[in-house]
T-cell receptor, first 113, second 113 residues
Framework: GESVGLHLPTLSVQEGDNSIINCAYS??????FIWYKQESGKGPQFIID?????DKRQGQRVTVLLNKTVKHLSLQIAATQPGDSAVYFC????????????FGIGTKLQVIP | EAQVTQNPRYLITVTGKKLTVTCSQN?????MSWYRQDPGLGLRQIYY???????DKGDVPEGYKVSRKEKRNFPLILESPSPNQTSLYFC????????????FGQGTRLTVV
């Protein structure tokens, strides 16, 4: 619900502009990095992932960039639309055993019509 | 339609009254997890399961129990709920191995008074 968005970093973007959502991760041994989108009142939804041996991956209107040197991950959304308004989570997954997925706290994206 | 179904969506209960939140997935996924989501803290894993009869603690397991008697179901049990368990709960499932895409339920908003 709406309370999920409280206390989160917020990015406000004009409709039609590009959005860049940033994430710092902690575990340099993670094998995959993942982005999820959570709309108000819904569960998180998978957007795109990137393997640790890559530095860029593109999807439909989204691009994920990985900079392992500074442990930084970003999600770029092209031509942002009102439907992109949501909380975006980065997550990391390490192989071995259960392959646990650890989530960040999220960034709220507000698209201004 | 591939989905993860949680019930109930909303629940208000009193301290100490045992409750169960059900979770069912129809994708034959091996891995299932429970998360709680609190403002400013992101998604924290409570318990996870790698297959039938295989469960283990996540990051915040205290006060919770789970079971995995069938592949499709993964109920979350609060034997004696307390107010600090007031939260938004999500169940998720995914294929095992290095598959990163998790499917989340719609969430259960629990209030313990």
């Amino acid at each position: 619900g709406e309370s999920v968005g409280l206390h989160l970093p917020t990015l406000s973007v004009q409709e039609g502009d590009n959005s860049i959502i940033n994430c710092a991760y902690s575990n340099s041994a993670s094998d995959y990095f993942i982005w999820y989108k959570q709309e108000s009142g819904k569960g998180p939804q998978f957007i795109i992932d990137i393997r640790s041996n890559m530095d860029k991956r593109q999807g439909q209107r989204v691009t994920v960039l990985l900079n392992k040197t500074v442990k930084h991950l970003s999600l770029q959304i092209a031509a942002t639309q009102p439907g992109d308004s949501a909380v975006y989570f980065c997550a990391e997954m390490k192989s071995g055993g259960y392959q646990k997925v650890t989530f960040g706290i999220g960034t709220k994206l507000q698209v201004i019509p | 339609e591939a989905q993860v179904t949680q019930n109930p969506r909303y629940l208000i209960t009193v301290t100490g009254k045992k409750l169960t939140v059900t979770c069912s997935q129809n994708m034959n996924h091996e891995y299932m997890s429970w998360y709680r989501q609190d403002p400013g803290l992101g998604l924290r894993q409570i318990y996870y399961s790698m297959n039938v009869e295989v469960t283990d603690k996540g990051d915040v397991p205290e006060g919770y129990k789970v079971s995995r008697k069938e592949k499709r179901n993964f109920p979350l049990i609060l034997e004696s709920p307390s107010p600090n368990q007031t939260s938004l709960y999500f169940c998720a499932s995914r294929w095992g191995g290095m598959n990163t895409e998790a499917f989340f339920g719609q969430g259960t908003r629990l209030t313990v008074v």
